[in-house]
């Protein structure tokens, strides 16, 4: 198996020892692993009691997630339009912080800046404000039926606005403590409004807001923590919506329903048919694909065809979780594609129209899914030229979870120039990798990369560079002996096949789900896990949604790993 | 009634500006007579700074020919003829190390320790793993100030990485970074949003003002006290997140306490003018706005530093392995791709020298501001850092280094100093400049730096 796949503490800092471990691992590739999938051994390891309907049968360790998760900046905004309504005037959206690649990574490891803090209070008191300060309005948003709010209406309506916004009732001291400050901010004011509208300001800057937290209850038999039936719903509504528990989930946590796994199948699959759950999806795949670097990069393209670039990412990745009968594989193999008039043409595609539609690549070009779009072929790229370099990382980190080791300070990292016998940019690698101190890693690195070198760095189709023939074969395994391939389609045939494939997206969907720390698990157990995850998927054929209702029902979702054993 | 009408008015006119923070200046800090401390006979306030570039330079085009105090401009540095007395060139130390080029040279140089999973290339994770030394500073000199430390960003055009050790210079701890202001409008509104200069008989309604800040302390002493029952169920990483979170609220709290009013410290603590919506530069072509926003920046910097609203600042002109773009020099590419190609070494000074002019502008602005009858810079030292001295091979070796200022007296500006150890096998760090920099404002830091590459002297040749 793929012993160094996960293993990133085995990561040598030389090039060398990672590569004698990926060498022996990479042949591993037609062995098909059965032990993690489809067993119907595991039916009484029901620690959460919340397994048992799920196809993901085995027990698996519990995952390391945060205690402590910072709704994102997506989240933040999300949850306070759910609060004070869709029509709330918010700041310009933060960008995500990027940490593992992830906004749900860096929300569970990340701290607070004072200037986040501060950014927090003053939307709190201003938000406050308008919603309380408007006299037209302010009546029916509390729900009061004086024109003065009295002590029996602020409590009702801190109860009520306070459980929306800490997703979970407040306790009675909880409660007490924003009555008491309506009350000293009234008399400080002269004014039971503001006492209101004080209180609000500070249930927006609690950090029982701004932040998620999953303890769970340690559970001796299982010896892992369990969520309670609110976390839950968080959970399930942050994951799947990217906002707060709406009311009905809520309820269906105080009735009991989410601790058991038909419960949280029910409620996940209502809110996968949302279209919050189709924008939380694409924001999950524009990080795990990185397509924001897009925008980072010099990409001689303009503006507006590196947004459609995007959008037909986007809108493929869209069609093969959501439509009917779709596995995720088609998005790496299928030969068709979302396109607008801007992409046909860069495409060399006849037919006009407006919008995107879905049409099939050119034939000749050998396009293929997400590597055969110009997004992929473009972000990997320099202004100037191809890096099959960089596309082949991508391969190896993005679609595979290995690890590439970075250049060592005072290295040179230049290639030699072009000149009449070395005409192009693989031949310009070539002349690179005699240096063994390079070899080593571009070896690892290159190969999966010169698959698309028929395709510039804006993913224009070419045959020829600098007016020699271009190659576009390989081996996947960097010992160059074993999986062969020659263009695109071979090259994502193999790959769909690669054990590691299907765990790297379950990693991901793991990650984007319970904001899963492997840095904090056992080598072992987080293997193990993550394995045994890709397995359920490969035994789902790849489709998204029963992947997910399996997920949202097993332990790995309901259960994390206890503080002790960290 | 209609007194208490009108209390309401000012309160809610507050209150829905979402800021209320009255940032104060030191209070009762009027200078003597003689402009040179103030009038209860403290010092004035030293600063220290940080002013940060990318992707090393061309050592040939850089590096001046002779030493001392009459020194030649060399290609890339004549853009700072005109403020040649106000700085030093200080060449031939070692800045950080490890493995990852341009987040180990920034990040470790800043933090005195490799950065975190170092060697592997999954740059999201890639962070410090501990505070920099501009906080370490900032906790001996920077204390009482509004701002402890201010992190102000010009050029956009970020670097092809990611990862918290990548982006910021200033970092906290691991995964705790200081990100830099980018729009000088924010900048404005953080600094300035409630900072009146006292007129006499004027002014809003002290008492709404006094009880806007009963209200909000209200708020924020509730918040705290919620947050209490938080603390024992959380582990220990996650607690210290959490704990992180509230001392910003606290610092928010200690910020608005005052209850004297505002006291202006010079003539040059005065309310700048107001940038009327969003002012950054655009990371497509610094030349489009990059210029009048560096400007602007250096002059909200220098009025903060006037007024004493903080003492330890990081300016990052550019981002670590920045792709700067200029169209005035055809770069319309990026900086950094450049960096890499040995045959683009004139072109990569020409950035160089560009970025310098930029620089000029910076160093302007503040030794334009009068202070105790002299310039500002006189009573700061601000460090010109690189992530790398030749983008070609990533070195720390032979790291471009400036100093700015003159740190109240105590440090040498118009001189080029340069280690004789650049070439033994154990050189001269880049943090022996530091300590005698932090030294000359009054931080006393101890070492920087641990095991063969720790740390604890200065650099005599530089001091006064």
Same mark, same amino acid.
């Given at each position: 198996m793929f012993v160094q796949l996960f293993g990133k503490r085995a990561l040598g800092a030389v090039c060398m020892s990672t590569l004698l471990g990926l060498a022996g691992g990479g042949a591993c590739t037609g062995g098909q692993d059965t032990n993690g999938a489809g067993g119907d051994d595991a039916a009484d390891n029901d620690a959460a009691g919340a397994s048992g309907a799920s196809g993901l049968s085995k027990v698996l360790p519990a995952p390391a997630t945060p205690g402590l998760w910072r709704l994102t900046p997506r989240q933040y905004h999300n949850a306070l339009r759910s609060l004070l309504g869709s029509d709330v005037a918010l700041p310009e959206l933060k960008k995500e912080q990027s940490a593992g690649g992830l906004a749900a990574i860096a929300a569970g490891t990340t701290t607070a800046t004072g200037q986040d803090v501060e950014g927090y209070e003053a939307l709190a008191s201003g938000l406050a404000s308008k919603v309380l300060g408007n006299a037209s309005t302010r009546q029916a948003f509390a729900g009061c039926k004086t024109s003065e709010p009295d002590e029996a209406c602020s409590k009702a309506f801190l109860g009520t606005f306070g459980k929306r916004a800490f997703r979970r009732p407040l306790s009675a001291p909880e409660l007490e403590r924003f009555v008491k400050l309506a009350n000293t901010a009234r008399e400080l004011s002269g004014d039971a409004w503001m006492g209101l509208q004080t209180a609000v300001a500070a249930i927006l800057q609690s950090p029982k807001f701004l932040y998620r937290f999953e303890q769970g209850t340690p559970d001796a038999k299982s010896g892992r923590n369990v969520l309670d039936a609110f976390e839950r719903a968080s959970r399930l509504a942050f994951f799947i919506t990217d906002t707060l528990p709406d009311d009905e989930l809520l309820a269906a946590a105080e009735k009991g329903d989410l601790m058991n796994a038909a419960g949280l199948q029910q409620q996940a699959k209502r809110l996968w048919n949302q279209n919050d759950a189709r924008k939380m999806w694409r924001s999950f795949i524009e990080e795990n694909y990185r397509l924001d670097d897009l925008d980072r990069g010099a990409a001689p393209a303009s503006a507006a065809l590196l947004t459609s670039m995007k959008e037909e990412v986007l809108r493929s990745a869209e069609s093969v979780a959501f439509d009917a009968n779709t596995s995720f594989l088609d998005f790496f193999t299928r030969r068709q594609t979302f396109v607008d008039p801007a992409l046909r043409s860069h495409y060399g595609l006849p037919g006009v129209g407006s919008g995107f539609a879905l049409a099939s690549f050119p034939?000749?070009?050998q396009r293929v899914g997400f590597f055969g779009t110009a997004a992929f072929l473009t972000m990997t790229s320099t202004a100037l030229h191809t890096s099959p370099t960089a596309r082949g990382k991508f391969v190896r980190?993005?679609?595979?979870c290995e690890e590439v080791p970075a250049p060592m300070a005072g290295v040179n990292t230049s290639l030699p120039p072009t000149s009449p016998t070395v005409r192009t940019t693989r031949e310009r690698l070539e002349l690179h990798r005699q240096n063994p101190e390079c070899a080593a890693c571009h070896d690892f690195m290159d190969p999966p990369g010169f698959a698309f070198e028929r395709f510039d760095q804006v993913g224009k189709y070419r045959t020829t560079e600098n007016g020699a023939d271009i190659r576009t074969d390989g081996h996947l395994d960097p010992a160059g002996k074993e999986d062969a391939f020659d263009g695109p389609q071979q090259l994502a045939e193999l790959l769909i096949n690669q054990t590691g494939t299907a765990a790297c997206l379950a990693r991901g969907l793991l990650r984007q789900s319970t904001g899963y720390l492997h840095a904090r698990m056992d080598e072992d157990k987080d293997m193990a896990l993550v394995d045994g995850l890709g397995a359920a998927l490969k035994d789902r054929n790849f489709a998204i949604e029963s992947f997910l209702m399996d997920l949202v029902a097993s332990d790995v979702f309901v259960t994390r790993q206890s503080e002790e054993t960290l | 009634m209609s007194r208490s009408l009108s209390r309401r008015r000012v309160l809610r006119g507050v209150m829905a500006g979402g800021a209320v923070s009255i940032a104060l200046p030191r209070l009762g800090a009027m200078l003597n007579l003689n402009g040179? !401390?103030?009038?209860? !006979?403290a010092a004035l306030p030293r600063r220290f700074g940080l002013w940060t570039t990318a992707n090393g330079v061309i050592p040939d085009k850089w590096l001046p020919k002779d030493t001392g105090p009459n020194w030649t401009l060399s290609p890339a540095l004549t853009p700072l003829g005109p403020v040649k007395d106000w700085f030093s060139v200080v060449s031939g130390l070692t800045g950080g190390f490890g493995f990852r080029p341009h987040a180990a040279g920034n990040t470790s140089f800043m933090t005195g320790q490799t950065i975190t999973a170092d060697g592997a290339s999954n740059d999201d994770a890639k962070t410090a793993r501990g505070p920099s030394f501009d906080q370490t500073i900032a906790n001996l000199i920077g204390k009482g100030t509004a701002f402890r430390t201010l992190e102000i960003g010009v050029d956009q055009a970020f670097p092809p990485e990611r990862g918290t050790a990548f982006h910021w210079w200033s970092h906290n701890g691991p995964d705790s970074p200081n990100p830099c202001i980018y729009d000088a409008k924010v900048l404005f509104d953080r600094l300035f949003a409630n900072f009146k200069p006292p007129v006499p008989g004027g002014g809003i309604d002290a008492n709404a003002a006094l009880v806007a800040r009963k209200l909000r302390k209200s708020v924020l002493d509730a918040v705290l006290e919620d947050a209490g029952d938080l603390r024992k169920t959380l582990a220990a990483e996650d607690r210290l997140r959490l704990e992180s979170h509230l001392q910003s609220i606290r610092d928010i709290e200690a910020r608005f306490a005052g209850d004297g009013e505002p006291v202006v410290i %010079?003539? %040059?603590c005065k309310l700048p003018k107001a940038p009327e919506s969003k002012f950054d530069s655009p990371a497509s072509d610094y030349e489009i706005r990059g210029p009048a926003v560096n400007k602007t920046m250096a002059q909200l910097l220098g009025i903060a530093l006037a007024c004493d609203l903080t003492r330890v600042f990081t300016f990052q002109f550019t981002q670590p392995g920045s792709r700067f773009r200029s169209s005035k020099l055809g770069v319309t590419d990026e900086f950094h791709i450049r960096t890499h190609n040995p045959a683009q070494a004139e072109s990569v000074n020409n950035i160089v020298t560009r970025i310098n002019e930029e620089l000029r502008v910076f160093i302007e602005v503040l030794r334009d501001i009068p202070e105790a009858g002299g310039s500002l810079l006189q009573n700061a030292a601000i460090m010109v850092v690189n992530d790398c001295s030749y983008g070609v091979d990533h070195s720390q070796k032979d790291m471009p280094y400036l100093m700015i200022g003159r740190g109240g007296g105590k440090l040498r500006t118009g001189i080029h100093h340069r280690s004789p150890m650049v070439n033994a096998i154990s050189p001269e760090r880049g943090w022996k400049l530091v300590l005698s920099m932090a030294r000359a404002v !009054?931080?006393?830091?101890?070492?920087?730096? %641990? !095991?063969? %590459?720790m740390t604890t002297d200065g650099l005599s040749a530089i001091e006064m």
């Open positions: 034939d000749e070009q980190e993005r679609i595979l | 040179d !401390g103030y009038a209860h !006979g %010079s003539e %040059s !009054g931080a006393d830091v101890p070492s920087i730096g %641990s !095991g063969a %590459s």
